[in-house]
């Protein structure tokens, strides 16, 4: 597998794939009611407009300090463009998600060539679990995106890092830190110091080290937390100690969630993954043989270190929610498009056409299984009650 650089007409591929996205889901987002969970993060933006107060994120008059601001903010924005409607809440998700589609292909294009990169595209807006997620309103949207940028950032700076890679690199820590905290900051930088590790690239940490990325880190990240601290004295304690690390070893005060059970964990990776869910397997042994050596394609195996650290956190953590694999998808999608791309290249592969057979089959049973994964899924939150219903159809 050869390394392909950028060439000249080579973004036309991905915006290709953003104008399917856009075709795909502004229609499904325009009419989608808005659930329990997600009902929250429209409210609060538009409490925060009507009282004139963009500093605290307020629900029903007291403040939430569970947060960070980002997603608020956004929301915020389109708010004060349309109104403060439902509509208008999804205008912030739809953008993130074809921005995460966008950068799939950009890092997919520089790992593994156009086609993989576009065909890895194509998965992800065509998988069950990056539609349906991107019909709610989630933080978890935004931390995707930035970790995306992170190691967007990583796969181009890779020959040369310089101070300016360092800012960017930083730049999107500082978008998933202010999306969901600590965890925005924790998956590309184990991803960097692992990547560096196995490649044996120690240069490569200068993206995370780099002191003037630090400072924009600092200038974008800090002023907001400081005045929340001074408008709410034990904000920092509560939001960091609390809802970061006490919250990652289940020990919140208070408990709000039923940690989800490992293997259903894991069970939904697969299922967010489908149709191409059944392709997955295969594809992975057949990356990881494909991608040992020269160096331009084992660099590709940053894409299952990508997608074990997210999985990993989240099997080790005490608190975890079925969609919370959700950051993994774009890199097991581009695995997928890879096996995609290297079996329209062979004719006589016939591995996929046994797995898409067993995807029909599949299919057959969706009305069958859709109950029992509403009562799985019900079992950690209520929220899904009646939900599957809805999405039936879709799936359909």
């Not at 996205?21 to 009611?33: E, F, I, M, R, T």
């Not at 601001?69 to 463009?81: D, E």
């Not at 310089?162 to 500082?174: K, Y």
């Not at 996929?352 to 859709?370: D, E």
Request: proline letters at 8%.
């Amino acid at each position: 597998m050869a390394l392909a650089h950028p060439r000249r007409f080579e973004w036309l591929p991905g915006l290709s794939l953003v104008l399917l996205g856009l075709a795909l889901y502004l229609p499904a987002l325009w009419d989608w009611p808005l659930s329990r969970a997600e009902a929250m993060y429209a409210l609060i933006p538009g409490q925060m407009l009507a009282s004139g107060d963009w500093l605290t994120p307020t629900l029903n008059g007291v403040p939430y300090l569970d947060k960070p601001p980002l997603l608020y903010w956004l929301n915020l924005a389109a708010y004060g463009l349309l109104g403060a409607t439902a509509r208008a809440a999804r205008v912030a998700t739809l953008a993130i998600g074809l921005g995460e589609v966008w950068l799939t292909y950009v890092i997919g294009r520089r790992l593994l060539g156009v086609r993989p990169a576009w065909l890895g595209g194509f998965v992800l807006l065509t998988c069950v679990g990056f539609f349906t997620l991107h019909l709610q309103i989630l933080t978890d949207h935004l931390v995707t995106l930035g970790l995306l940028a992170a190691l967007a950032v990583l796969v181009y700076a890779d020959d040369r890092p310089s101070w300016r890679g360092a800012v960017l690199f930083q730049i999107a820590l500082a978008v998933g830190f202010l999306s969901k905290g600590l965890i925005g900051l924790a998956f590309p930088v184990l991803i960097l110091v692992g990547d560096a590790w196995l490649r044996r690239r120690p240069r490569l940490l200068s993206l995370a080290l780099d002191p003037r990325g630090w400072l924009v880190f600092l200038a974008l990240t800090v002023p907001w937390f400081w005045a929340m601290e001074q408008a709410h004295p034990g904000f920092l304690r509560h939001h960091l100690v609390n809802e970061q690390f006490l919250r990652f070893l289940g020990q919140r005060h208070p408990p709000d969630i039923i940690p989800f059970p490992l293997p259903g964990f894991w069970l939904f990776l697969f299922i967010w993954l489908l149709p191409w869910g059944l392709v997955l397997p295969e594809a992975l042994y057949r990356f990881w043989r494909g991608t040992a050596a020269p160096e331009p394609a084992r660099r590709a195996r940053l894409l299952l270190l990508w997608a074990a650290v997210v999985m990993g956190f989240f099997s080790i953590s005490s608190t975890r929610i079925e969609y919370y694999s959700l950051p993994a998808l774009p890199a097991l999608a581009l695995v997928v498009g890879w096996r995609l791309a290297a079996a329209l290249q062979n004719p006589r592969d016939r591995s996929l056409p046994l797995a898409l057979l067993a995807l029909g089959l599949l299919g057959l049973a969706v009305g069958i299984l859709l109950p029992y994964l509403e009562q799985l899924c019900a079992a950690n939150r209520r929220e899904f009650f009646g939900m599957f219903p809805l999405i039936q159809p879709i799936a359909r």
